[in-house]
């Protein structure tokens, strides 16, 4: 297990390696991951394994239907391949959980971040789920948004105007600064977000800025000023909790550190970790309660939603747990697959390309 973290950590690591091999230009500490996740070519392979849990770094800290068809890109691709399974691995009718997801207020679709196949399955299900609903009787039929990690909460007016069409798709990029802070392909996204735009669909930019992660993680949660807290939560609302959540991320900082560190620097570095999950589900939050009968559908790493300790629990909290949520990872780690005595999701979603 331990050696599982450590290998994800290493991924959520890559943002600040650019930046530092880049003259130190710009510290991007959400992540390249994560973030867990902010995110954005580490010197460590990942293996898809090891990245179940979201971490992140900076410089001093280390911080996956039947066949489903994938839109062309030049000729027609073979149908992916896919099989769903329940925590208790039974296996499940795809168009069977697509039609209860559909029902639910949030969906989560958590990803490894450097997987293409992971953000193909995240395309294809977000069709499906639009198709469903778009067949809803009139009378119940609701409208769609798509939660993004991948954009950072001071930049929701950019996502804005490109819905609007009144910024190109290259431009969107810049002005986001989505190389800096974030850094994965931009095709492994820009297919959901064109899908969005074709289809009226609102984009919502969850993550926390960099420089505020970065922030805390140095100096803890109380040296943030008037300015940084603007697109977090208010201090009260962010809670260090449950203790099991505490433990698997003191696991990867042991790892990190091996010992030559201290209790301090690991709750600031907790402190780093929680503040990224309460800003997202503050934002999703807020999001439902403004618009009560669209569907949320939730792209971000897969370490924010396990066991339902990142992001669910803390949008549940915040709704009084009136909302319906399921959480599915795409291609999850085998061994997370087999836990029995504590689901770390609702489905698995295993997809061959």
């Not at 293409?116 to 769609?144: C, G, M, W």
Request: one cysteine or more; a positive charge; aromatic letters at 10%.
């Amino acid at each position: 297990m331990a050696s599982l973290l450590y290998d994800s950590f290493i991924g959520y690591r890559i943002t600040y390696q650019k930046a530092e091999s880049a003259g130190k230009k710009s510290l991007n500490t959400a992540k390249p991951t994560v973030s867990n996740p902010t995110v954005s070519n580490p010197t460590v392979p990942m293996s898809r394994s090891h990245l179940f849990l979201c971490a992140w770094s900076i410089s001093f800290l280390a911080i996956g239907f039947l066949s489903l068809w994938v839109p062309p890109v030049a000729a027609q691709p073979e149908p992916a391949q896919v099989s769903v399974s329940a925590p208790n691995a039974t296996t499940l009718n795809p168009q069977t959980v697509l039609q209860e997801l559909a029902q639910r207020n949030v969906v989560y679709l958590g990803e490894t971040h450097d997987s293409e196949v992971d953000h193909r399955a995240q395309l294809a299900i977000i069709q499906a789920l639009y198709n469903l609903r778009s067949n809803f009787p009139t009378s119940v039929k609701k409208p769609t948004a798509i939660a993004l990690e991948m954009f950072q909460r001071p930049y929701q007016s950019v996502l804005d105007r490109y819905l609007a069409g009144t910024i190109s798709e290259s431009t969107l990029q810049q002005l986001s600064e989505y190389e800096k802070r974030w850094g994965y392909p931009w095709e492994y996204y820009a297919p959901i977000l064109r899908f969005s735009k074709q289809n009226f669909l609102l984009l919502i930019a969850l993550n926390t800025p960099s420089e505020v992660t970065r922030k805390v993680a140095r100096s803890g949660l109380q040296s943030l000023t008037f300015s940084d807290r603007r697109f977090i939560p208010p201090l009260s609302a962010i809670r260090t909790e449950p203790d099991s959540y505490r433990e698997r991320i003191r696991q990867i900082y042991a790892e990190i550190h091996q010992g030559k560190s201290n209790s301090r620097q690991f709750e600031t570095f907790f402190q780093a970790q929680v503040l990224w999950d309460e800003t997202m589900a503050e934002r999703i939050s807020q999001f439902l309660s403004a618009n009560p009968n669209t569907q949320v559908i939730v792209l971000v790493g897969q370490g924010h939603l396990l066991y339902g300790d990142g992001i669910p629990n803390r949008v549940a909290r915040r709704q009084n747990k009136k909302v319906t949520q399921s959480v599915v990872l795409i291609n999850p780690p085998k061994e997370i697959q087999a836990e029995t005595d504590r689901p770390a999701a609702d489905y698995f979603w295993n997809q061959s390309s």
